[in-house]
């Protein structure tokens, strides 16, 4: 086994339910009581507006009431004293890591606290609702704006970036994730194909484990923690 030096951490919704954020597919395969796909696609926002909007205001506000975990906070202790290369990709749509303060992290499926203009393409730090129609800061349209959320059937953000730092990784973890959303199932043999180490951290085991050096099983706040203490402490 090589050096340890480059680090790439997936995390997913897993890594939030602690905090009391629902998971994507809970037990009954639902998001927050709606099926996935009249929330998460263009063509819902564009059949039905005024459902996707209230469902990520709703999602928004409620950020408001809850607070990072254990996982989060370990995550960002790593990021702040870990010495080789570090990159959090997310696909979570929270501010949990970057409020337990990672800092070396990317939000690949975009985020609740940000407003994309279906006009211009400006992204803009966003906090309010955006039910009532607000107007863009960049190009004044007024009810343009929509959740900067990469919905299904649309690119998710960075690629490039996450795809080279896959390329160099001595390990790749991957926490609290279903391993059901492409591309991001796909990292662990991108990873592996490069000849990382990969470890998945998870609740119940994803759908692609077998593609993983090592899984174990457990919750976030006491997985994470753990294998965040063996890496700095040894
Ligand atoms: P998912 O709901 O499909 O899978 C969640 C995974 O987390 C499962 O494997 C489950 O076993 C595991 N899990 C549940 N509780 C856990 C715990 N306490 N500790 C460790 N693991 C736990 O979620 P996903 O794979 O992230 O799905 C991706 C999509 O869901 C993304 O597009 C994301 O934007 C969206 N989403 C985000 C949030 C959020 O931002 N908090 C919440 C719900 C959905
Ligand atoms: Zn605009």
Known sequence: MRDISNIVILTGAGVSA????????????????????????????????????????????????????????????????????????????????????????????????????????????????????PACGACGQAGGLRPDIVFFGEMPYQMERIEAALEDADLFVSIGTSGAVYPAAGFVQTARHYGAQTLELNLDPSAGSHFFHETRIGPASQLVVEWVDELLDG
């Not at 629902?22 to 927050?32: C, H, S, V």
């Not at 819902?44 to 205001?57: E, H, K, M, S, W």
């Not at 949990?96 to 400006?122: D, I, Q, Y």
């Open 18 to 133: 602690e905090s009391g954020l629902a998971t994507f597919r809970g037990p009954d395969g639902l998001w927050e009581g709606h099926r996935v796909e009249d929330i998460c696609t263009p063509q819902a926002l564009a059949r039905d507006p005024v459902l996707v909007q209230t469902f990520y205001d709703a999602r928004r506000a409620a950020l408001a009431t809850v607070e990072p975990n254990a996982a989060h906070r370990a995550l960002a202790r790593l990021d702040a004293e870990w010495t080789g290369d570090l990159l959090i990709v997310t696909q979570n749509v929270d501010d949990l890591h970057e409020r337990a303060g990672a800092v070396r992290m990317l939000h690949m499926h975009g985020e609740l606290k940000s407003a994309l203009c279906r006009r211009c393409g400006g992204r803009a730090p966003w906090a309010t609702d955006l039910i009532d129609g």
